[in-house]
């Protein structure tokens, strides 16, 4: 995940300062509007209540469900983003991976096998 992000990073299509909403559109209200790539990549971004949510179901539902699961949520209360770590893996994952997935024009399982694992097994 992150060699695929850091990827996108250094070819300028994501900034780390952007906020989630410059790429994901769906991504906003709740108090989430200013979370950046950044917060979500250093697991700052104050959606612990999130994971929790999603810890039960994540891999018995859809990725789109997944995600509208993240998209429809409020931020942690009184946890301002950027202020708290929290180890939020699936929130991070699915997150980087739409963007990942949206700045490719791809399905991120396809980018993951043919940039990483694919590229790593033939070097």
């Not at 994971?51 to 931020?75: D, G, T, W």
């Amino acid at each position: 995940m992150s060699i695929l992000f850091g990827r996108i990073w250094e070819e300028g299509l994501v900034e780390l300062d952007d906020p989630v909403t410059a790429h994901l559109r769906e991504f906003k209200g709740g108090g989430k509007d200013a979370i950046t790539i950044r917060q979500v990549w250093t697991h700052t971004c104050s959606l612990l209540n999130v994971e929790q949510q999603l810890f039960p179901v994540r891999y018995s539902q859809s990725h789109a469900a997944n995600m509208a699961l993240i998209c429809a949520a409020k931020i942690d209360e009184g946890v301002a983003p950027g202020t708290r770590a929290g180890y939020q893996t699936t929130v991070v994952a699915l997150l980087l991976a739409e963007v990942i997935s949206r700045k490719r024009d791809r399905d991120f399982r396809e980018i993951i096998r043919d940039e990483v694992f694919f590229a790593a097994w033939h070097e």
